[in-house]
């Protein structure tokens, strides 16, 4: 069955992370695509150092800057979602020290970032970026686990 948590993968690429809950986290990823009219066919979350991430930037968006977040969508229809999400760990941490919250905190919330680019939000705009913000939030109070 194409939706089930092993659809849902965890990766490291240059850097060391102990990621907790990863069962609960395939779950909250799985509901939150339910709710969205989607379901997860392959989902690759691959957690790595800003130099990594900002040489995919460079490669493939041709953007020189670091960032926390690169989606690429793989999805073959809006209901079936499969793609990779690239994270910077580093980036998350001063992200995390920066607006003074908790650095697993910050990590759930860039994680469901991901999944909602898959489920079709953007983040280009203000208006965007505020309907991503709510979705983030409403998401993040969904989750079946406290940090």
Not at 28 to 46: C, D, M, P, Q, S
Not at 69 to 91: A, H, K, M, P, Y
Not at 101 to 113: A, F, G, K, S
């Amino acid at each position: 069955m194409a939706n089930t948590t092993r659809g849902i993968r965890f990766f490291t690429e240059d850097i060391k992370l102990l990621l907790k809950n990863k069962a609960q986290l395939r779950n909250w990823f799985i509901a939150t695509a339910k709710k969205e009219g989607a379901r997860i066919k392959g989902l690759n979350y691959v957690f790595c150092s800003d130099a990594y991430l900002l040489e995919m930037n460079q490669s493939y968006l041709n953007h020189d800057t670091y960032t926390d977040i690169i989606t690429f969508d793989n999805s073959e229809s809006d209901e079936v979602l499969q793609g990779d999400i690239f994270i910077s760990v580093e980036r998350v941490r001063e992200n995390a020290q920066t607006f003074g919250i908790n650095e697993q905190d910050e990590l759930h919330r860039v994680m469901i970032h991901g999944l909602l680019h898959l489920l079709g939000y953007g983040d280009k705009s203000k208006a965007e970026k505020d309907k991503m913000t709510e979705k983030e939030n409403h998401y993040l109070a969904l989750r079946p686990f406290v940090v």
